[in-house]
């Protein structure tokens, strides 16, 4: 049970495991790039709906530093209604296949779905983000623990086509902690290993600017869970409230969102612009460290 009061964090996991890989968190933050195949995600919609596009942006997250690659086919921006399972299919398949090949890093899967989980697995990827941590019970989990891979577990309140309509929580912190420990709990019950298990708190989905706010305030008591904690504060509305800029003018404010995300103690970073985080990521391990 999580108290709602500031807590250091505790000795989180000093790796985490995804499949064919086992990435260190004790030296720096890790940037995950965000590579969406689909028409309409809010921030690169339609960029790189091309295969080979996709695979290019992905080589090149890789050479600025990124330490995962996610591949998403379905958008989960406010108001979004379901992709149907065979067109997720067809969008993340056959770049995953190729990257698997192709990258020396780990390949993630942004969905929710089973099969499409399943045969992103069977393609190669290392690891599932799964945005409703599990709602739709312990199925996928019991795929990723078959495969050996990774499973990051998000907080949602709704779904991505309702979660922005009025959200409310007594203490936003309290709520999302207690409902992240839960699904850890059944992923590890499922038999995903624990070192395999990073948590993500969900900013923007069925959030206000204030929750989102205060997460990134108080994430260190997220942290105390013991597990790595990813956070995606890329480009995201909450962003455009403080600063009034639109998608495309919110760098600075995604790179200090992201560098108080770290200092509270996130493992993983989600963003769409990796070479600026891995290089905000790497000052700030050089200052805790004291050495370059």
Known sequence: MLTPGALPPAAAAAVFRCRRFTLPLAREALVVGVLN???????????????????????????????????????????????????ELRRVLPVIRRLARELPIPIAVDTWKLRVAEAALDAGADLVNDITALRHGPALAEAAARAGAGLVLMHMQGTPETMQRDPAYGDVVREVGEALESAAARAEAAGVAPEAIAV???????????????????????????????????????????????????????????????????????????RPMVRVARVLAAIARGAP
């Not at 206000?208 to 869970?225: D, F, N, P, S, Y």
């Open 37 to 87: 195949v689909t028409p309409d995600s809010f921030s690169d919609g339609g960029r790189y709906l091309d295969p080979g596009a996709a695979c290019d942006r992905a080589h090149a997250m890789a050479q600025e530093g990124a330490a995962i690659v996610e591949v998403g086919g379905e958008s989960s921006r406010p108001g979004a209604r379901p992709v149907p399972e065979a067109e």
């Open 200 to 274: 993500d708190p969900g900013i923007g989905f069925g959030k206000t600017a204030g929750h989102t706010l205060e997460l990134l305030r108080r994430l260190e008591v997220l942290c105390a869970l013991g597990r790595p904690v990813m956070v995606g504060v890329s480009r995201k509305a909450f962003l455009g409230t403080i600063l009034g800029d639109p998608v495309e003018d919110r760098l600075e404010g995604t790179l200090a969102a992201g560098a108080a995300a770290i200092l509270k103690g996130a493992a993983l970073l989600r963003t769409h612009d990796v």
